[in-house]
């Protein structure tokens, strides 16, 4: 008997735009097409990074990109008639759409859309791939919905400067109207499709360090360890300010820093990932503006190192990450479990650091079977008023043994010598390099989380209080042996910080200003280190080990993992 004939798609359109629903992009049909979970991330939740090919293919558009040329009316163009207009922006509402046109041509009396591409084009079958296809029969669908006749379009590879003409048939008009429909039904739907598996898309997607494809399949099937897609050599670095009185202001592509009018240093912009500033610091207008414009955060310190706050553009665009962050932070079940990861990886990671930092022989076993004892309470705390106490035992613990990682003569002033840990104000050197260190933490986890798309300042272990950033203290718990403590440790033990650096008043004890500049230096170091992630087996700094934890953290309060992979070190 013969295989019955396929059964035809009944096409389901999406209903015509009303209300307050934006016309999508074509651009985001090509994403769709390319890959649906690609064009949510960008159109949905706001995500944007910057790669080779995106800055190559602005490069492309540089010329087209500037109006030129007029589009006459349909009932105005002829067989004779020659157009020839640049950037020109048209909409359908019928079709949800809007497209800026790089370039419309006239061949006998039909309109011909020209999409300008980067790159050389490529050698398969009907001379495009299918998502540029498709982008450029949306711009003829537009153009059609306005009354022109358009029935083909054309392809222009700038690296090949070549033509390849585009025919709109009933089939690529068919799967040009199903990824419209398909994106505004998912867009509409609220939820993000499921990665792509071990795709050779994922490399060269400026979206693959967000999106994390390889690692959200693994940590969902536990199959194939993930490709070090997630690791980006960092080209850009903190600025820090912190002479009193200074100055910052902009000058062409550069930061200009002055001390009493006198221009001291300079920075290029795109270098600059931030813009830190300690004390009484003055930042002009036009700096402000272009920093904001680019999307580079302003740290704010008090002149001893206090984190006060910082300075954003219109911030992150991603509302479902902190719709599903509140609905989180109120449910105690999630709280509960999210709190008790966070306080056990802090627990380990303290444990580990003595281990290995140990100055005479080994660390006692019966002190790493106290920690172990720790570990148990916090796994087992019922509330979060238990898990304090079994954080705060462990932190004791912790504290009491920190002066065996330290190589302090005590013969100064101000010496190494740590008894315990105090702060509000810090009495004694280490506890002032302690609490500077947690400073910085605390600001470096709040840009990271803000950039990522969180609310800092809400949290789920920390509660929420007046100018805390309650996440990003949530968040620094397990990274506080690992970069503020290890900082410490190291500018003490190398000598790069001596006891001389300090100050005392009132019965505080602080950092002096050349101190301070040596410690940041140390402490940026240590974000720069690269570790091997114990989960994805890659190696990666800790600069960028933040962003990629807050990114599953965001992961998992969308619901696409099942926990909270917090990072411990082995």
């Not at 986890?445 to 809400?458: E, I, K, M, N, Q």
């Amino acid at each position: 008997m013969d295989d019955p004939a396929p059964q035809p798609e009944l096409p389901l359109p999406f209903p015509d735009l009303s209300g307050d629903l934006p016309l999508l992009p074509v651009r985001m049909v090509n994403e769709y097409q390319y890959c649906p979970r690609l064009a949510y991330l960008e159109w949905v939740q706001g995500e944007w990074a910057e790669s080779s090919d995106t800055v190559e293919g602005r490069h492309a558009h540089r010329r087209v990109d500037a109006p030129a040329g007029k589009l006459p009316s349909p009932d105005e163009i002829e067989a004779d008639t020659r157009v020839h207009a640049r950037s020109i922006t048209l909409s359908s509402n019928r079709l949800g759409l809007i497209a800026k046109l790089d370039l419309i041509e006239a061949e006998d009396g039909r309109v011909l859309p020209v999409d300008y591409k980067r790159g050389k084009r490529p050698h398969v079958a009907k001379g495009a791939y299918e998502p540029e296809r498709v982008q450029l029969c949306a711009q003829g669908l537009i153009l059609g919905e306005h009354g022109y006749d358009c029935r083909e379009g054309v392809l222009y590879f700038v690296a090949s400067r070549e033509r390849v003409p585009v025919e709109f048939d009933d089939e690529l008009k068919a799967l040009t109207r199903n990824a419209i429909d398909g994106l505004r039904l998912v867009a509409a739907g609220g939820q993000i499709p499921p990665p792509l598996v071990d795709s050779p898309k994922c490399p060269r997607c400026s979206l693959v360090g967000i999106c994390l494809p390889d690692e959200v399949n693994f940590l969902n099937r536990a199959e194939t360890p993930p490709r070090p897609l997630a690791v980006l050599h960092e080209e850009s670095m903190p600025v820090y300010v912190q002479a009193r009185s200074a100055k910052v202001a902009k000058k062409d592509e550069t930061l200009e820093i002055y001390v009493d009018d006198q221009k001291v240093q300079t920075a290029r912009l795109n270098e600059v990932s931030q813009l830190v500033l300690m004390g009484n610091v003055y930042v002009t207008t036009p700096c402000l503006h272009e920093l904001m414009g680019r999307e580079i955060p302003i740290s704010w310190h008090s002149f001893g190192g206090w984190f006060m706050g910082h300075t954003v553009g219109t911030g992150h665009k991603n509302v479902e990450l902190r719709t599903a962050q509140y609905r989180a932070s109120f449910d105690e079940r999630t709280c509960l479990r999210l709190a008790r990861g966070l306080v056990v990886a802090k627990i380990q990671n303290c444990r580990t650091l003595l281990r290995r930092n140990w100055k005479q022989g080994e660390a006692p076993a019966s002190l790493l079977e106290g920690f172990k004892q720790d570990i148990d309470l916090a796994r087992r705390a019922a509330s979060l008023g238990e898990l304090l106490g079994a954080e705060g035992n462990a932190a004791a613990r912790y504290f009491r043994e920190f002066r065996n990682m330290l190589s302090g003569s005590g013969e100064d002033e101000f010496s190494f010598d740590f008894t315990k840990r105090n702060r509000r104000p810090p009495t004694d050197p280490v506890n002032a390099l302690l609490s500077y260190a947690y400073s910085l933490l605390a600001r470096t986890w709040t840009v990271t989380l803000s950039a990522v798309g969180f609310d800092p300042y809400r949290g789920f272990y920390h509660q929420p209080r007046y100018g805390r950033p309650a996440l990003a203290l949530d968040m620094m718990e397990p990274f506080r042996p690992l970069v503020a403590d290890s900082s410490v440790i190291q500018v003490i033990n190398n000598g790069e910080v001596r006891p001389s650096d300090f100050v005392s008043a009132a019965g505080s004890v602080a950092l002096d200003a050349d101190g301070r500049k040596r410690f940041i230096a140390a402490f940026e170091r240590r974000l720069s280190h690269e570790v091997t992630h114990p989960v994805f087996e890659y190696r990666v700094s800790y600069r960028r080990l933040l962003e990629v934890q807050a990114r599953l953290l965001g992961r998992f309060l969308l619901g696409e993992l099942e926990d909270y992979p917090n990072f411990v070190t082995r």
